[in-house]
C-alpha cells in the first residue's frame, strides 16, 4: 500500500500562484510514476500532469500547459505541483495518485493509489 497525504490549497485570486504538495508513505516512492488530477462540481475528474518515477519525463493536460509544473523529490517522498497564472475554471478538488507505469498515467481509473485531495479556489 502507498499512503498519499495531499497539501498546499487554498483561496487565490486569478493570476496568482499556489504550490502543491503530496507526501507520500508506506511503499517505496520511486517505484511508481506520479500524476495529478481535478474534479470541480458536476464535472468529472480530469488528467492535470504527470511525471515518471525518475523524474525525468512529464505530461500536461492542453489546459494548463506552459502554467503548472510538476516535479518529484523522491529523497523527499513527495510530488509538486506548481500552479501559476491560475485562472477562476481551475478551481477544483485536486488529487495526486499513483501507478507502477508511466503508460495510460492519464487514465485516472488506472492508478490504485490515491489521496484524499486539497481544495483550490481561484477568485476573479
Known amino acids: 500500500q502507498v499512503q498519499l497525504v495531499e497539501s498546499g490549497g487554498g483561496l487565490v485570486q486569478a493570476g496568482g500562484s499556489l504550490r502543491l504538495s503530496c507526501a507520500a508513505s508506506?511503499?517505496?516512492?520511486?517505484?511508481?510514476?506520479m500524476g495529478w488530477f481535478r474534479q470541480a462540481p458536476g464535472k468529472e475528474r480530469e488528467f492535470v500532469a504527470a511525471?515518471?518515477?525518475?523524474?525525468?519525463?512529464?505530461d500536461y493536460a492542453d489546459l494548463v500547459k506552459g502554467r503548472f509544473t510538476i516535479s518529484r523529490d523522491n529523497a523527499k517522498n513527495t510530488v509538486y505541483l506548481q500552479m501559476n497564472s491560475l485562472k477562476p475554471e481551475d478551481t477544483a478538488v485536486y488529487s495526486c495518485?499513483?501507478?507502477?507505469?508511466?503508460?495510460?498515467?492519464?487514465?485516472?481509473?488506472?492508478?490504485?493509489?490515491w489521496g484524499r485531495g486539497t481544495q483550490v479556489t481561484v477568485s476573479s
Open positions: 495518485a499513483g501507478k507502477l507505469r508511466f503508460v495510460d498515467v492519464r487514465e485516472p481509473r488506472l492508478h490504485p493509489y
Open positions: 508506506g511503499r517505496t516512492f520511486s517505484n511508481y510514476a
Open positions: 511525471i515518471t518515477r525518475t523524474g525525468d519525463v512529464t
